[in-house]
């Protein structure tokens, strides 16, 4: 038997410590994504597991759990809290009925984002079947996740996932928030619930804005914000160029960049073009523009898997020698060039990504009139371009490669594979067999490269920008910074 068990923290609601509480967290967020949304959830949501201050897994509403004897089922052990009372009269008991029939209801939420999120999540942690979540007794849950899952925990620690009663009304967590309003610039704001088990440097409040980079970097020298998170690499150049040392922080983290093939186009329907172009499209030129070792280049959909052993696995010059006999077949040339249209988001991070993959493609005869989203217009402009290729940046917040891979499952994107369908439900059917997932996943990978909807060149990037007297913040593989975790006034 498998098992796990933390020290109970009795957080959320708990009796006031008499400590002083910290001051006022500023944070900035860079990027166009929904990463400040996913930051404010983290905070004031109350979910079985947390995330610690490294990414790692540590005990929230579950104060202990364990695995039964194969792995499959869970056991959690809730804490002894109370939804909140009505004036002098105490809140009734979080039992695990509360959480067994909750679950159900996080694809449901009304949030912006976060119904598509929940009801993913579901999915992912095996647990969107009735019947999967259980209340055996008051304060302990069972979970038998359909299929299995060995990231259970992983994906219970997420926001979409927090614990609601059958209702759906959210069990609050440490920090009260705020839905951001127009007239305050969009910002979230958070209030701390209580003293409590936090440790008393933990900020009292909490304010989150999106910000664009200059104007980050410009608030973070003056002192204005303690803390500017970086989405993705738009940004990057800007808090380099700032000069602020020990201060900036950078992290590869897991999925991938790369150019995902426009369907409404016509001019790349044909699979020896979109073959020619994931064989000769190369990373290591785009990572050193940036000269960024994090960088890293990939020819894989997800970079844990073991190297490709199909034609991606051959010399660079193999590559391009096939890349330009694919290209002969179609009529595409040095002397007979394919002009194609690429869209990139603002930012001369991705302007220069898009210099220097079309120098390596124009000597097959491919070239590229790059196309530049306005700023904090990306998602907008991907929606309704008509250009053949858009370079996008998508990292996981679970490094769940089934999940990931799923991206590109027929019905979600063209062109697609069902066999690559096929392995995928294999791949999620194997459960804890490690070997067995792995195997269908890879084997999955290589059947859509076949015919490739997307090109992968890079491993995603995260960078911040973190004041001297901001503690809490740890560099980590996830690249997961729990603002409930942060602290001010030491190192």
């Not at 976060?114 to 979970?143: D, F, H, K, M, Y």
């Not at 020619?276 to 020819?299: E, F, I, S, Y």
Request: a positive charge; one cysteine or more.
């Amino acid at each position: 038997m498998r098992s796990l068990s933390l020290p109970a923290i009795a957080l959320l609601l708990a009796a006031c410590s008499g400590e002083r509480p910290g001051g006022d967290l500023e944070v900035a967020v860079v990027g166009e994504g929904t990463l400040a949304e996913e930051l404010a959830q983290e905070a004031s949501r109350a979910t079985l597991i947390r995330r610690g201050s490294g990414g790692e897994l540590v005990a929230g509403v579950a104060t202990s759990w364990r695995f039964l004897d194969d792995g499959d089922d869970l056991i959690l052990r809730l804490a002894p809290l109370r939804w909140p009372g009505a004036g002098d009269r105490p809140g009734l008991e979080l039992v695990a009925q509360d959480v067994a029939l909750g679950l159900r209801r996080s694809g449901n939420d009304s949030g912006s984002n976060s119904g598509g999120r929940g009801r993913a999540a579901l999915a992912a942690a095996g647990l969107a079947r009735r019947g999967t979540a259980r209340a055996p007794i008051a304060r302990v849950v069972e979970l038998v996740p359909q299929p299995a899952t060995p990231l259970l925990l992983d994906w219970l620690a997420e926001p979409p996932l927090a614990v609601r009663d059958q209702r759906g009304r959210l069990f609050p967590g440490p920090y009260m928030v705020e839905k951001p309003e127009k007239k305050d610039g969009g910002a979230w704001r958070l209030q701390r619930r209580s003293e409590g088990p936090l440790p008393a440097a933990r900020a009292a409040s909490i304010r989150i804005m999106a910000v664009e980079p200059t104007a980050a970097v410009t608030a973070f020298a003056k002192r204005e914000v303690q803390l500017v998170l970086g989405e993705g690499l738009g940004g990057l150049g800007a808090a380099r160029a700032a000069g602020q040392g020990r201060a900036l922080k950078l992290e590869a983290v897991p999925g991938v960049i790369g150019l995902a093939i426009n369907a409404r186009s016509g001019l790349l329907t044909d699979v020896r073009l979109r073959r020619a172009l994931l064989l000769a499209a190369d990373g290591a030129p785009m990572a050193n523009r940036l000269a960024l070792a994090l960088l890293v280049p990939q020819n894989r959909l997800w970079d844990g898997l073991p190297p490709p052993t199909d034609d991606r696995a051959r010399s660079f010059d193999e590559r391009r020698a096939l890349a330009a006999a694919l290209l002969r077949e179609v009529g595409v040339g040095p002397e007979q060039p394919l002009r194609l249209s690429l869209l990139v988001p603002a930012g001369p991070e991705f302007q220069a990504l898009a210099e220097a993959l079309a120098a390596s493609l124009q000597p097959l005869g491919i070239s590229l009139a790059v196309q530049r989203a306005r700023a904090a217009g990306f998602g907008t402009a991907r929606r309704s371009s008509s250009a053949d290729l858009v370079l996008v940046e998508q990292a996981a917040r679970v490094a769940d490669v089934v999940t990931h891979l799923g991206q590109w499952r027929c019905g979600r994107v063209r062109p697609c594979s069902a066999t690559a369908d096929r392995l995928l439900d294999e791949a999620a059917a194997a459960g804890n067999d490690l070997t067995a997932r792995q195997a269908a996943a890879v084997a999955a990978e290589t059947a859509l490269m076949a015919d490739p909807a997307f090109i992968p060149l890079l491993r995603p990037v995260r960078w911040a920008l973190v004041a001297n007297d901001v503690s809490g913040f740890q560099v980590n593989p996830l690249g997961r910074h729990p603002l409930g975790r942060i602290a001010r006034g030491s190192r």
